[in-house]
């Protein structure tokens, strides 16, 4: 009798298998991707180029980014990425984004030109 006791005992308390969630790191964001811009009246595709700052650990440098001539930075946090407030060849950008898989980004941002102001919302795939 003790002896099925502590085999339920022992069977009761083996740990199910629990899938861990994928964690994102500045490497992750390292690459070419493929940008598709919206809204519909403004839709543009381009590639962005990310890359590491060499300053600054969390950070990242994104050439052409919303198809502008010219780097932008970010700073990475795990999946989100956000876009500080900074002037690119002329146009006010600022943004966020989030990493939905290690080769699909979805980024909202906007673009001031100084005459015009649009919301865009930009998917990225990973070349």
Not at 17 to 22: A, M, R, Y
Not at 84 to 105: D, H
């Amino acid at each position: 009798m003790v002896l099925m006791l502590s085999m339920f005992v022992f069977y009761s308390c083996k740990k199910d298998d629990v899938t861990q969630p994928t964690v994102y790191t500045r490497d992750d964001y390292i690459g070419s991707w493929n940008g598709t811009e919206a809204p519909a009246a403004k839709n543009q595709y381009f590639i962005c180029v990310i890359s590491a700052d060499p300053n600054v650990s969390t950070n990242v440098n994104m050439n052409k980014f919303a198809n502008i001539a010219g780097n932008t930075y970010a700073v990475v946090t795990g999946a989100n990425i956000t876009i500080p407030r900074q002037t690119l060849s002329g146009n006010i950008i600022e943004g966020w984004g989030s990493m939905q898989n290690k080769s699909y980004i979805t980024f909202h941002y906007y673009v001031n030109n100084g005459t015009d102001s649009v919301v865009y919302n930009t998917t990225f795939n990973k070349q």
